[in-house]
């Protein structure tokens, strides 16, 4: 995987899980949304593992001490207390002052959806079924429902509601609604 797409756990040589593939889908959704790389985590043109953590930290905070002791490399980056030590000054920037392509609404959902997926701790990043139906990534379809006058305000909303495929008369699971029409339940 590209090292600007990598989680830090990836970063820090920690055990990682397919949690990973969340952040770096996150990272690729800002690349695509925003035209420009989330991070560069480069030095002098070379792939830099303390650049991309200061940047990580820069957007995220500092990692909680639950996590870096989690792996062996901490130490060279974070005092005992979690305190950035690296030789590489923090850039100043946060998820609002670099996001540029929205306002309103989209901006809030966009920065919601962001605080999702990039979180220090693996475990509390969401499932990629979670992360399927964020508010976000939903709200064209949201928008087609409204135009249908189905109206549902965020995914929990959907409880009320079955899939139905009029190709097949059974109903659908959510995880086959783009070919689907949502149909009240009575």
């Not at 139905?164 to 699971?173: E, M």
């Amino acid at each position: 995987m590209p090292g600007v797409y990598r989680a830090p756990e990836v970063t820090l040589d920690m055990e990682w899980d397919c949690k990973v593939d969340i952040w770096s889908t996150g990272t690729m959704i800002w690349d695509l949304v925003q035209d420009t790389h989330l991070f560069f985590a480069k030095r002098e043109g070379q792939l830099n593992d303390e650049q991309h953590l200061a940047e990580i930290v820069s957007l995220m905070g500092p990692p909680p001490p639950e996590f870096l002791r989690r792996s062996k490399r901490s130490g060279q980056f974070w005092d005992e207390q979690g305190n950035w030590k690296g030789s590489i000054p923090i850039p100043e920037q946060s998820f609002e002052m670099r996001e540029r392509e929205f306002s309103d609404i989209y901006r809030k959902l966009f920065l919601n959806f962001l605080r999702r997926v990039f979180r220090w701790v693996p475990e509390e990043r969401p499932s990629a079924e979670e992360l399927a139906y964020d508010d976000f990534l939903m709200q064209r379809y949201y928008r087609t429902l409204k135009r249908q006058r189905v109206f549902i305000k965020s995914r929990s909303d959907m409880n009320g509601f079955v899939l139905y495929n009029p190709d097949s008369p059974t109903v659908q699971t959510r995880r086959t609604y783009r070919t689907c029409i949502l149909v009240q339940k009575r």
